[in-house]
C-alpha cells in the first residue's frame, strides 16, 4: 500500500472519521501503534468532545466516572461519597466528562492531530485498495484526499422515527436549550434514556407544562444509585456475577428486581445502607409510593419487549412521576393524539398536546458515507469489516447495560493493533461473523441489526480482549488472589491493564460492595451455569 516518492516511500494514511470520546481514543491508540503512519483525525464540529462533552445544563451521566473511563488514563477510583448520592459525584456531571476529554487530549498530545470544521462527505473504496475521501472544509469547496485505511467513529446519533401527527412536532435535538417550552401540554415520545431525560426536564415545575411520556411498552429501569447498598448500581456489578449464562442471570435477575422493588423494606434491613440511613434527602411518603409503583409497573411490562433489553439508568424521571409532574401513558388511539391507552391497558386517556416530541431510534452515518454499499451487519463484532482489512468501526456498539466510551477503547486497541499488524485477523473470518450475526439475531430478535450493533459490554470487552491478547488471566494477574479479587470488585475496562504490578495491585484494592449473600448465592449458581451450557452445546 506504500510507493516511492522521489526516493523516500509514501507514508501511509490512516483516517479516523469522528472525534468524541470514541476518535480521541482510537487517535491515542493510532499514534502509539502506528509510528510509522500519518495519522489524521477529521472532525466537523469546532468541539472535539463531541455529543457528551458538555450535553445540557443539569446533565448526570448514567455510567458512572470509575467504569466510563479510559483504562490508559486512569483518574477516578470507586470511591463512594458519604451523601447518598445527593451530589452525584460518582457520575459525570455538566461538562465534566468534556473537560475529561480535554484533558485526556492534552495528556497524549493529540490535538495536533484534529483537524476541526473538516466534514468527510463520503469514502470510495478504490480498485487498488485504500479510500477516496471527499472532505468539506468551511468556506472552501470538497477536496478529495486517499487514505490506505479508514476507521469510522462517528457513532450513534438520537434521530426519531417518523410519526403520524397531526399535532407539531419537534425532535429531542431541536429543543436542547428547552428554553421556549413553558405554559404547553407536551408529549413525549420513547423509553429510552433520552426520551425520559427530555420529559423530565420539561416536567420541571417552574415550566408549568403538563408532561405526558407515551410508552408501548414497559421500561426495565436500573436505578443510578442501588437502593440495597445506597452504591452506585455499577459497583455492584462484578466479573462473577457476569460471568453467569445471561440467560439464567436474566431470568433471576428479572424475578429480584421485581421483589426488591415490591419489598424494598425488607432488603433495606437485611442490607442496609452503607452511605446513610437519613430519609431527610429522599423524596416524601407519597413520591416515594409513587416511584415504587411505577418501578414496579414499568419493569413488570417490559418483559419479552425491547426495553427489557437494554436497561435505562437515567431513573430521576421516577421522582417526577411519583410528585405527579410527569403522567406515563400508552400509544396514542390515532394520529391526531388527542386519545391515549391508558398505560398497559385497554382504557383511554385525553391529552390535547401543544407539542409532540418524537425521541425514539438511533442511527449512524454508515448509509451518507458510503452511498448505502457497508452497513453496520458488515463488521465482525462491530467493528472489523468482514471483506476489507483497511476499513473499520470503532463506537457503534450498543450495549445493553454499560457504556460506549469504554467499550470503545478496546475495539481501538483492537483496530489499531490489526493495523499495525500486531494481531492477525481471525481465521475464517467469514464464517465467524456469520455464526456471530445469527446468535444476535436470535437474542434481539426485535432489534434492527443494520441501526443497532446491541451487545453486553464486559462479555463484549472479553471478546475483544482476547483478540488483542490482553485477557486479565490468573497468571497475568500474577496470582489467583488478584484473579479472585478482580472478579469481586465492580466490573470495568480497567482490568485489561494487566502488564505491571500496577494493575495487580488496583485488583487487590478496589473496594468490593456486592454483599457477601450475593456473592455466596452467585457461587451456588455456577453449577447450574456450567450444566446450562453443557446442555446448550
Given at each position: 500500500?506504500?510507493?516511492?516518492?522521489?526516493?523516500?516511500?509514501?507514508?501511509?494514511?490512516?483516517?479516523?472519521?469522528?472525534?468524541?470520546?470514541?476518535?480521541?481514543?482510537?487517535?491515542?491508540?493510532?499514534?502509539?501503534?502506528?509510528?510509522?503512519?500519518?495519522?489524521?483525525?477529521?472532525?466537523?464540529?469546532?468541539?472535539?468532545?463531541?455529543?457528551?462533552?458538555?450535553?445540557?445544563?443539569?446533565?448526570?451521566?448514567?455510567?458512572?466516572?470509575?467504569?466510563?473511563?479510559?483504562a490508559c488514563f486512569p483518574v477516578y477510583d470507586a470511591t463512594v461519597r458519604p451523601d447518598a448520592g445527593a451530589s452525584r459525584e460518582e457520575f459525570f456531571r455538566g461538562g465534566e466528562y468534556g473537560e475529561y476529554l480535554t484533558r485526556f487530549a492534552e495528556e497524549f498530545a493529540l490535538e495536533p492531530h484534529v483537524e476541526r470544521n473538516c466534514r468527510v462527505e463520503r469514502l470510495r473504496r478504490l480498485d487498488e485498495g485504500g479510500w477516496r475521501a471527499t472532505l468539506h472544509r468551511a468556506d472552501a469547496p470538497p477536496v478529495e484526499e486517499r487514505f490506505d485505511a479508514v476507521v469510522v467513529c462517528t457513532g450513534l446519533a438520537a434521530k426519531p422515527k417518523p410519526v403520524e401527527c397531526d399535532v407539531r412536532t419537534t425532535t429531542a435535538a431541536e429543543l436542547a436549550s428547552l428554553d421556549d417550552v413553558t405554559d404547553q401540554c407536551v408529549v413525549v415520545v420513547g423509553g429510552g434514556e433520552s426520551a425520559v431525560d427530555f420529559a423530565n426536564r420539561l416536567a420541571h415545575p417552574e415550566r408549568n407544562n403538563r408532561v405526558f411520556l407515551s410508552l408501548k411498552s414497559g421500561v426495565r429501569v436500573s436505578p443510578r444509585y442501588h437502593p440495597i447498598r445506597g452504591v452506585p448500581s455499577d459497583f455492584l456489578r462484578n466479573r462473577l456475577m457476569l460471568s453467569i449464562h445471561e440467560d439464567v442471570r436474566n431470568a433471576i435477575g428479572q424475578r429480584f428486581v421485581e421483589a426488591r422493588i415490591r419489598y424494598r423494606k425488607t432488603f433495606e434491613r437485611l442490607f442496609p445502607n452503607r452511605s446513610q440511613a437519613d430519609e431527610t434527602a429522599s423524596p416524601d411518603d407519597s413520591v416515594r409510593a409513587g416511584r415504587k409503583e411505577w418501578a414496579h409497573r414499568l419493569t413488570k411490562a417490559a418483559r419479552a419487549g425491547l426495553f427489557d433489553m437494554f436497561h435505562n439508568k437515567s431513573d430521576d424521571f421516577l421522582d417526577a412521576v411519583g410528585r405527579g409532574d410527569l403522567r406515563i401513558v400508552g400509544p396514542p388511539v390515532d394520529r391526531t393524539f388527542q386519545r391515549f391507552r391508558e398505560f398497559d391497558s385497554d382504557g383511554e386517556v385525553s391529552v390535547a398536546p401543544d407539542l409532540v416530541v418524537p425521541a425514539v431510534g438511533y442511527r449512524h452515518r454508515l448509509d451518507e458515507l458510503f452511498?448505502?454499499?457497508?452497513?453496520?451487519?458488515?463488521?465482525?463484532?462491530?467493528?472489523?469489516?468482514?471483506?476489507?482489512?483497511?476499513?473499520?468501526?470503532?463506537?457503534?456498539?450498543?450495549?445493553?447495560?454499560?457504556?460506549?466510551?469504554?467499550?470503545?477503547?478496546?475495539?481501538?486497541?483492537?483496530?489499531?493493533?490489526?493495523l499495525a499488524g500486531r494481531h492477525a485477523r481471525p481465521r475464517q473470518l467469514p464464517e465467524l461473523h456469520r455464526r456471530d450475526l445469527e446468535k444476535r439475531r436470535r437474542k434481539f430478535s426485535n432489534v434492527d441489526l443494520d441501526v443497532i450493533f446491541p451487545v453486553e459490554m464486559i462479555p463484549y470487552c472479553d471478546q475483544l480482549a482476547k483478540l488483542s491478547d490482553v485477557f486479565p488471566t490468573w497468571r497475568r494477574l500474577g496470582s489467583l488472589w488478584a484473579w479472585w479479587r478482580m472478579h469481586l470488585a465492580p466490573a470495568t475496562t480497567l482490568h485489561y491493564r494487566t502488564e505491571g504490578s500496577r494493575a495487580r495491585d488496583e485488583s487487590l484494592s478496589a473496594p468490593v460492595y456486592l454483599p457477601w449473600p450475593f456473592i455466596l448465592v452467585l457461587l451456588g449458581l455456577k453449577p447450574v451455569d456450567w450444566v446450562y451450557r453443557l446442555l446448550r452445546g
Open positions: 500500500m506504500s510507493g516511492p516518492v522521489g526516493d523516500r516511500p509514501r507514508r501511509r494514511r490512516l483516517a479516523i472519521v469522528g472525534g468524541g470520546s470514541s476518535g480521541l481514543v482510537c487517535l491515542k491508540y493510532a499514534l502509539d501503534l502506528l509510528p510509522d503512519w500519518e495519522v489524521r483525525c477529521l472532525e466537523q464540529s469546532d468541539d472535539i468532545t463531541g455529543a457528551w462533552g458538555n450535553p445540557y445544563p443539569g446533565f448526570v451521566s448514567t455510567s458512572t466516572k470509575y467504569t466510563t473511563q479510559f452511498d448505502g454499499r457497508v452497513r453496520l451487519q458488515d463488521f465482525y463484532l462491530g467493528c472489523c469489516h468482514v471483506e476489507w482489512p483497511d476499513l473499520y468501526l470503532v463506537g457503534h456498539a450498543r450495549p445493553v447495560i454499560g457504556n460506549i466510551p469504554s467499550m470503545s477503547e478496546m475495539q481501538a486497541r483492537l483496530v489499531c493493533g490489526l
